[in-house]
């Protein structure tokens, strides 16, 4: 266990709807981290937040959003959701904002997202 | 941004050391090297991590190449356990906030 919790486990929804992955950090850690893995992708960063604020983006759409909360817990949404948008979703969190050279990142379960 | 490159699959035999090679060429100075591994239906898992000298952990050891354009992740004694995917990653200099995944070593032991 790796201390991080992500919510839904499992989730399937049609085209075009709109849906919100949650993830509870490792208490004390201020930064999350999402991350996206498809079949044909592998595992995609997406975007990060530290202590509230963003801190890095990679590929992620203009019809996905995060935020951090101050408690920081932090949210994915997807909008407009299509059929590629189908993935295992996962969130990690760390304790620094700079997991580049501070080491280890604590990824939770994932939530496997289904686009039908 | 500085790439590594891991062979697709490797087999061992329980018990056996193994070590998965990652070469990284164009690695700079201040890239630190990282390891995790994914076991089947699970988030990524942290192995270890270094800059210049070799590592040691209770899960592996790290040996880096002096030139430190390549490094390998060493199993001591594989178990069922440790058959999983195993990403070696560079982190982007010293302020790196992102650990970046490629396809990873897909590690098979058995019996």
């Known amino acids: 266990d790796s201390g991080v919790t992500q919510t839904p486990k499992h989730l399937i929804t049609a085209t075009g709807q709109r849906v919100t992955l949650r993830c509870s950090p490792r208490?004390?850690?201020?930064?999350v981290y999402w991350y996206q893995q498809s079949l044909d992708q592998g595992l995609q960063f997406l975007i990060q937040?530290?202590?509230?604020?963003?801190?890095a983006k990679g590929n992620i759409l203009e019809r996905f959003s995060a935020q951090q909360f101050p408690d920081l817990h932090s949210e994915l949404n997807l909008s407009s959701l299509e059929l590629g948008d189908s993935a295992l979703y996962f969130c990690?969190?760390?304790?620094?904002?700079?997991?580049?050279?501070?080491?280890?990142?604590?990824f939770g379960e994932g939530s496997r997202l289904t686009v039908l | 941004d500085a790439k590594t490159t891991q062979p697709n699959s490797m087999e061992s035999n329980e018990e056996e050391p193994v070590h998965l090679p990652c070469n990284h060429s164009?690695?700079?100075?201040?890239?630190?090297i990282h390891w995790y591994r994914q076991l089947p239906s699970q988030g990524p898992e942290y192995v270890i991590h270094?800059?210049?000298s070799n590592v040691n952990n209770r899960m592996a050891s790290l040996a880096i190449a002096e030139d430190r354009k390549s490094s390998t992740l060493i199993l001591h004694r594989a178990t069922l356990r440790d058959a999983a995917v195993y990403y070696c990653?560079?982190?982007?200099?010293?302020?790196?906030?992102?650990?970046?995944f490629g396809t990873g070593t897909r590690l098979q032991v058995t019996l």
């Open positions: 990690a969190s760390s304790v620094g904002g700079l997991a580049g050279n501070t080491g280890e990142l604590f």
């Open positions: 208490s004390g850690d201020l930064s």
């Open positions: 937040y530290y202590n509230g604020e963003e801190r």
């Open positions: 164009t690695i700079s100075g201040t890239d630190y």
């Open positions: 270094g800059l210049t």
């Open positions: 990653i560079l982190s982007y200099g010293g302020t790196a906030s992102k650990l970046t």
